[in-house]
């Protein structure tokens, strides 16, 4: 839908009829990667979804910036500070809390040590 709202802007701006011509495989290249990066992504997300519910789904997009952190980390040799490691703590706390897992479990714990 993006594609259809900006042509007719990219159409008045940048007049691609004034630029090289662009090869077939330029053309098949990005035909395919519109359809593999874009179409099936919304495939998998959305069967995700369904079987997942949104919660769970959304939870994922908590671990951004860790994996952003420890890529930096690893692959850029990066150092932390204290602050990073309180962010991934705190993301980790936020994501047992929304994911109620754990909390079930202290609750069965408990009620067995208890009764």
């Known amino acids: 839908m993006a594609t259809v709202l900006l ?5 008045a701006i940048d007049r691609p009829w004034t ?3 662009v090869s077939g495989a330029a053309v098949w290249a990005t035909v ?9 992504a919304y495939l998998i997300y959305f069967r ?9 789904a959304l939870l994922v997009t908590f671990l951004i910036p860790l994996s952003a952190i420890l ?10 500070d204290a602050r990073q490691f ?29 009764s």
């Open 19 to 21: 630029l090289a011509p």
């Open 86 to 114: 309180a962010g991934m703590l705190a993301i980790a706390i936020g994501l047992a809390a929304i994911d109620g897992r754990p909390a079930q479990f202290l609750s069965q714990k408990f009620r067995r040590t208890v």
């Open 7 to 11: 042509l007719p802007f990219a159409l």
């Open 71 to 80: 890529l930096g980390l690893f692959l850029l040799d990066e150092r932390l």
């Open 48 to 56: 995700i979804l369904n079987r997942a519910g949104a919660t769970n």
């Open 32 to 40: 395919a990667l519109a359809v593999v990066s874009t179409a099936l």
